[in-house]
């Protein structure tokens, strides 16, 4: 039975993938990652609930980022997915999948944090996403598109594939307004989660493109260097931005692959 009412798209056999998408989109940005990792391993990407397919949250439940995180849990049990999961987070995906090796350290076999941070917003970011909402209220998702959209691909992703932005677009303004601003409060509200990189017990991988304008690349330096040496790896993919498994996903897919437990 669906309770959590968490949509998905599922491909492959083999160690359990999990992919959490960022912000404000949905499932569709692993579209090279469930074809291209299909065969050495069983990929599911979910919709955060209120993105894509999937059910919003309660109205009763606070916005948090361990909302989003207890959400995922309930969905790994409901789906009696029977190996303990790898779990990717890209972004607000990375401050979810931190979350969630928080408090469900013993569902993991491994966490991918890809162009994300483990620390929280200052005080102008908290604003500025204030700020957005409130746009958002009002003009939609367009809001975000104009905010965000010219800031997530590095200058020669847009030369070599001007089609990505609009793929992306799409997928954003696609968005429900509630889902935007449910995260925006949710992003603001999150407080730091360095500490749990310094006590896992699962690899890590950390991704970045090293032209990365919406988090800097040495985020993910930083990250991988709390990770005790011997469960720690780190790929930097030259030329790429925010998205990397949209601007380059053969890196990305090897990246991925090298560091996938062998079923
Ligand atoms: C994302 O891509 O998920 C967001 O840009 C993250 C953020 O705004 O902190």
Do not use: C
Not at 31 to 51: H, N, T
Not at 178 to 206: E, T, Y
């Amino acid at each position: 039975m669906d309770t959590t009412g968490i949509k998905y798209v599922v491909k492959g056999d083999g160690p359990t993938l999990v992919l959490v998408h960022g912000f404000p989109f949905d499932k569709r940005i692993w579209k090279e990652q469930v074809d291209g990792l299909a065969d050495i391993a069983r990929v599911y990407a979910i919709d955060l609930p209120g993105f894509g397919q999937s059910a919003p949250l309660p109205m009763s439940v606070a916005p948090s980022i361990d909302s989003y995180a207890d959400a995922i849990a309930s969905w790994v049990r409901e789906m009696g997915l029977e190996r303990k999961i790898v779990l990717a987070g890209h972004s607000m995906g990375g401050y979810v999948a931190l979350e969630f090796a928080r408090q469900y350290a013993d569902m993991l076999a491994g966490l991918v944090l890809i162009s994300t941070r483990p620390g929280p917003d200052t005080k102008v970011a908290k604003e500025n996403r204030r700020r957005l909402a409130e746009d958002v209220r009002m003009r939609g998702p367009l809001a975000v598109v104009v905010a965000m959209l010219t800031k997530l691909f590095a200058a020669g992703t847009v030369g070599r594939d001007p089609g990505l932005a609009d793929r992306l677009r799409d997928i954003m303004m696609q968005q429900s307004n509630d889902a935007i601003i449910r995260a925006l409060h949710s992003m603001a509200a999150r407080p730091g989660r360095a500490s749990v990189l310094r006590r896992i017990k699962v690899p890590v991988l950390a991704i970045a493109g090293n032209e990365d304008a919406v988090i800097p690349s040495t985020e993910a330096g930083g990250m991988a260097a709390r990770v005790p040496k011997s469960r720690r790896k780190l790929t930097i993919i030259e030329g790429v931005g925010h998205m990397p498994m949209m601007e380059n996903p053969g890196e990305f897919n090897a990246a991925l692959r090298d560091f996938l437990p062998r079923s």
